[in-house]
Structure formats: structure tokens, C-alpha cells
């Protein structure tokens, strides 16, 4: 069965180190999208991606990256992790550009920043 | 920000009891979708109904969009323990969230 998968499941890094999250999806899907998860905020956008070589910032992008080789992975990188990236961060794919399918969600990283 | 409000922010009903679950917005839209998320896990995609519907089913679900007023309602009908999760609805393109309503069935 197709399916998005988000690696690790929980981290602990420390302030000032580069860490990559990884997002894999097998729906073939064009978009892909990362939001963060933080009590009183919902989820945010921080990245997406509406294909190969596509990307772009959402609402809370600064001090992160992404970079879309192909059409399964979207890792996300923080460049020098900081506290208040302390997060839950949650990978999206779906199927068209446009709201006319629903998004898949991966089950998330927890991110611990210290 | 772009952010809808849930209303309400929290939710606890009885076993078998109807819950009922509000989200406004400020901008137009082409669609609104409904998310739920059990704790610790994440989003599942339940529903999406379009700025020309008024009313669409699935199951015990029922949603409502007043595009007039901006706002959407998710109701679950007979609820059961198993519903107890956080709800979210979304729109734009990409999705727009808003912070949730936690609804706790209680058995």
C-alpha cells in the first residue's frame, strides 16, 4: 500500500547543529508540503513543493530549508536548530495543485531542540 | 495571519450524544476541509465540501458551509469513544489550518 513516512520519529539535537528530517511518500504524489505542530498555533506552514525542483516558503520558513530531487522525498533542514524550533513536525503530500483532494499526512517528528 | 478559528476550543460530550463543531474564516474560498487528528498521530483528511455546496454527508458526519457568513460546521451524530480527537478545518491553496477544537466522548 502507498503511504507517507516521516523519519526519525523523535530527536533531540542540540542548539546550533544542522538536522534534516526526512519525509518519503509512494502515492506519487506532485505536492508536498511540511507544517509544524505548537500548542496555541495549530499547525503552520513552513515549506512546499509542487514538484521536482519546485519549492516554496510558507508562513514560518525562516531558518529552515527544503530541496525536491525527485518526486518521493522532501527532507526539511534546519540550517542551526534553536529552541524555538522545539516542535512537532508533520510532512503532507497530495494529489493535485489546488484543494481538490484532500492532503495525506505522515505520523510526525518530534523535535527536541537543547 | 489567515488562520480560521475553531469554536469550540474544547468539547466534552456523553457517549451517543451529537457534537458540534464550528470554524469561521475571512477569505474567500473554493473549498473548506475537515481534518481529525487522534493524539500523537497525524491528520486524517475526513471531508471537503465545496464553496457551491451548502451541505455534504459521509457516514455520521454531516458538514455545513455558509459562504455568506464564512463560516462551517462539522457535525458528528452519535458519537462514540472512538471520535475523541482534535478537529481541525483547512482551505486555501495549500491549506490554511485552523487551531483545532479538542472533542473528548466520554464512555
Known amino acids: 500500500d502507498a503511504e507517507i513516512t516521516q523519519s526519525p520519529r523523535h530527536k533531540i539535537t542540540e542548539t546550533g547543529r544542522q538536522v534534516t528530517l526526512a519525509c518519503h511518500q509512494t502515492?506519487?504524489?506532485?505536492?508536498m508540503f511540511w507544517y509544524r505542530q505548537d500548542l496555541g498555533h495549530g499547525l503552520r506552514l513552513i515549506h512546499y513543493?509542487?514538484?521536482?525542483?519546485?519549492?516554496n516558503k510558507g508562513e514560518v520558513s525562516d531558518g529552515y530549508s527544503v530541496s525536491r530531487s525527485n518526486t518521493e522525498d522532501l527532507p526539511l533542514t534546519l540550517e542551526s536548530a534553536a529552541s524555538s524550533q522545539t516542535s512537532v513536525y508533520f510532512c503532507?503530500?497530495?494529489?493535485?495543485?489546488?484543494?481538490?483532494?484532500?492532503?495525506?499526512f505522515g505520523s510526525g517528528t518530534r523535535l527536541t531542540v537543547v | 495571519s489567515q488562520q480560521g478559528e475553531e469554536d469550540p476550543q474544547a468539547l466534552s460530550i456523553q457517549e451517543g450524544e451529537n457534537a458540534t463543531m464550528n470554524c469561521s474564516y475571512k477569505?474567500?474560498?473554493?473549498?473548506l476541509q475537515w481534518y481529525r487528528q487522534n493524539s500523537g498521530r497525524g491528520l486524517v483528511h475526513l471531508i471537503l465540501?465545496?464553496?457551491?455546496?451548502r451541505e455534504k454527508h459521509s457516514g455520521r458526519l454531516r458538514v455545513t458551509l455558509d459562504t455568506s457568513k464564512k463560516s462551517s460546521s462539522l457535525l458528528i451524530t452519535a458519537s462514540r469513544a472512538a471520535d475523541t480527537a482534535s478537529y481541525f478545518c483547512?482551505?486555501?491553496?495549500?491549506?490554511?489550518f485552523g487551531k483545532g477544537t479538542r472533542l473528548s466522548v466520554i464512555a
Open positions: 503532507a503530500s497530495s494529489e493535485s495543485v489546488g484543494t481538490v483532494y484532500g492532503y495525506t
Open positions: 502515492w506519487n504524489h506532485n505536492n
Open positions: 513543493s509542487y514538484g521536482v525542483h519546485d519549492t
Open positions: 477569505t474567500s474560498i473554493n473549498n
Open positions: 465540501i465545496r464553496s457551491n455546496e
Open positions: 483547512a482551505r486555501n491553496t495549500p491549506l490554511v
